[in-house]
Structure formats: structure tokens, C-alpha cells
């Protein structure tokens, strides 16, 4: 039975110590009531609001490998890929780090967030190399397996 990567990264620190803060400048706020605390209160739960969106995107990062298919998701649906039905793979360069599109033989694409994930990136192409070997891939990827294969991750 496969399991799903975890995640690579602490999610619940910064909310935590980001409730934590608003909340204490709720407090000060409302308890002195200067001029203009409404506005600054406003500010303040709007840009929690962003951050806590934020790292929920992140948390939907999900990638689990099942022999010949595996099972991503974006946003908010998985999608099943078998390997046979990948015909492109690209290296995208996000904010958080690498990540992968996939074109699928209808045409349609999967893009799977590796960064976000705990061995994300090396699982993935382990996988491609093995299962999807008729794929094209771009140079960046071609790189990425090759520097698996120097560091003897990937046979």
C-alpha cells in the first residue's frame, strides 16, 4: 500500500505565531482605541488572511506514487496518472523551488509541486524514468535525472 509524500516544511509555526501576534494586536487595539484604529485593524486581519492563504496553497501539494500510476493533486482535486499516458515532462521554476508539468496524452497537464514535498523531486523522476519512459523531456529535466543517477538515487 502507497502513502502520500509529507510535506517538506512546518506549516504550523507561522500560523501559530501569526494567530498568535494578530490576536495580541486585537488586544492593543481595541483596548487603547487610538485614532485610526479601525483602519490598522483592517490591514492587520487582511494580511493574515493572505498569509494563512498562502500556506494553505502550499499544504495541497500532494504526490503518491503506486507502481505504474500516480496520484497528484493541485488545488483542489487528485488526478490518477499512469505513466503510459505522459507524453512531456517540463521543469518549472517556482518561488518555492522545482516543480514538474506533465502533458498527458489528451492534452491536458498536471503540474506537481516536488519542492513542497519531503523526497518530492527525486520520487518523481525515479518514477518517470521508470514508467513513463516514452515521455520527451525538457533539458532541465534530463539534468535533474542525471544528477540522481552522479548521486546514486537513480539507477
Avoid at 502513502?3 to 494578530?22: E, F, I, K, M, Q
Avoid at 518549472?92 to 502533458?103: A, N, V
Amino acid at each position: 500500500m502507497s502513502h502520500p509524500l509529507d510535506l517538506a516544511y512546518n506549516w504550523r509555526t507561522p500560523v501559530l505565531v501569526s494567530t498568535v501576534g494578530l490576536f495580541a494586536c486585537i488586544m492593543l487595539l481595541v483596548g487603547q482605541r487610538a485614532d485610526g484604529w479601525v483602519p490598522v485593524l483592517t490591514v492587520l486581519v487582511v494580511s493574515w488572511l493572505v498569509l494563512v492563504a498562502v500556506v494553505w496553497y502550499r499544504t495541497r501539494a500532494y504526490l503518491e506514487v503506486d507502481a505504474a500510476s500516480a496520484t497528484v493533486r493541485r488545488f483542489r482535486t487528485k488526478h490518477r496518472v499512469v505513466g503510459t499516458d505522459i507524453t512531456a515532462v517540463r521543469r518549472l521554476r517556482t518561488l518555492s523551488g522545482p516543480g514538474y508539468r506533465l502533458t498527458l496524452a489528451d492534452g491536458s497537464h498536471r503540474v506537481v509541486a516536488t519542492s513542497l514535498l519531503r523526497e518530492g523531486g527525486p520520487t518523481l523522476l525515479r518514477w518517470l524514468v521508470r514508467y513513463a519512459p516514452q515521455a520527451t523531456r525538457d533539458p532541465a529535466t534530463e539534468a535533474a535525472i542525471d544528477r540522481l543517477r552522479t548521486q546514486g538515487m537513480l539507477d
